[in-house]
């Protein structure tokens, strides 16, 4: 439940055996401040999806992401896309774990950040 880089002073690796053998999680400052970075709380973060790996979306969950994010429901985008509802939900569901998020707001902060979607388009809409 712990990360921490290979570069973290000893200090931190104490710091992080100890926090851990309590139960807590204990992200590096390397890696809490990346997380803060990203306007992220680290207790909304499942720490068993934590990776160095590169994060790799497949182009259908971009696309379900630009439609999450703009608010499109899992019927709605099923119906859009030409999915059963069930395929949509797999893929919410593997959007979610890739990203180490916990609810529709995390996806749609990805989307955001990466340039998916931008907020301008809400912000600027005619009604």
Request: with cysteine; glycine share 4%.
């Amino acid at each position: 439940m712990s990360y921490i880089k290979k570069d973290c002073s000893l200090v931190e690796i104490s710091d992080a055996v100890n926090e851990t053998a309590s139960g807590n999680k204990f992200f590096c400052g390397k890696i809490l401040e990346t997380i803060n970075k990203a306007n992220l709380n680290p207790d909304d973060i499942d720490a068993g999806v934590l990776t160095c790996d590169p994060l790799v979306m497949t182009d259908r969950e971009n696309e379900i992401i630009v439609l999450i994010s703009e608010g499109y429901t899992n019927d709605q985008i099923a119906d859009q896309l030409f999915l059963s509802k069930h395929t949509v939900n797999t893929h919410r569901k593997n959007i979610l774990y890739k990203l180490g998020v916990k609810n529709t707001a995390g996806i749609v902060m990805y989307a955001v950040k990466t340039q998916l979607i931008s907020p301008n388009k809400f912000l600027f809409a005619a009604n």
